[in-house]
């Protein structure tokens, strides 16, 4: 596609919940990334896949968080027994392998866990 | 490692002045670095990178940023502010070779008085 999707756009969830969160990256962007960004803060990161290697779940908060990807395509960012601290905007991001060409951003996903 | 200072989490200009962002990195290595902006509920776009080259490179709508090695600086200017640049600026870093991984500063969100 001509970009980042991610849906859906917006989710309430009651506490204790499940919630899977989907991006869809340009066509042919090898790598993808998942950011936070609780109200009034910064981004911060979560997984990056980056082609056929290992993830690098390092910025993953917790082991309720959890997401894959299949080869270059889809990702899902899948959040378990969700609590109220994880209301946030969820952003999704890809880009090329080479870092000189920057990140395209998803619109994101806004959480609220209620 | 690498990371993102930014200095002034909310600045105000009136119409017309000049803006300035501070952006200041810490890079174990000769570093790219970006600047993107957020529009109210609005995914994050790119505003500008350097990567190599000449230090000053210019973006979208006017701003210009420029790498200062010395200073690890890449503060971001526009010389006339205009309301439509009101929104919250994101400088980031990554490293070549080291996975594609970007870090993000916390924000400055930018506000223009008419």
């Known amino acids: 596609g001509a970009g980042v999707s991610q849906s859906p756009s917006n989710k309430v969830t009651e506490k204790g919940k499940d919630v899977e969160l989907r991006c869809d990256p340009i066509?042919?962007?090898?790598?993808l990334y998942w950011y936070r960004q609780r109200l009034g803060q910064g981004l911060e990161f979560l997984i990056y896949?980056?082609?056929?290697?290992?993830?690098?779940k390092s910025g993953l908060p917790s082991d309720r968080f959890s997401a894959e990807r299949t080869g270059e395509s889809v990702s899902t960012l899948t959040i378990q027994r969700t609590q109220q601290e994880d209301s946030a905007v969820y952003l999704c991001?890809?880009?090329?392998?080479?870092?000189?060409?920057?990140?395209?951003f998803g619109s994101g996903t806004r959480l609220t866990v209620v | 490692a690498q990371s993102v200072t930014q200095l002034g989490s909310h600045v105000s200009v009136s119409e017309g002045a000049l803006v300035l962002l501070r952006c200041n990195y810490s890079?174990?290595?000769?570093?790219?670095l970006f600047w993107y902006v957020q529009y109210p509920n609005q995914g994050l776009q790119l505003l500008l990178k350097?990567?190599?080259?000449?230090?000053l490179v210019k973006g979208i709508n006017g701003f210009e940023a420029e790498f200062k090695k010395s200073e690890t600086s890449f503060h971001l200017t526009k010389p006339s502010a205009h309301m439509s640049d009101a929104a919250e600026y994101f400088c980031?870093?990554?490293?070549?070779?080291?996975?594609?991984?970007?870090?993000f500063g916390t924000g400055t969100s930018l506000t223009v008085i008419p």
């Open positions: 991001a890809s880009s090329q392998w080479t870092e000189n060409y920057g990140y395209t």
């Open positions: 896949f980056q082609g056929n290697s290992a993830p690098d």
């Open positions: 980031a870093v990554s490293a070549p070779n080291t996975g594609n991984q970007f870090y």
């Open positions: 890079s174990s290595v000769p570093p790219y």
């Open positions: 066509s042919g962007h090898t790598a």
């Open positions: 350097y990567t190599t080259g000449a230090t």
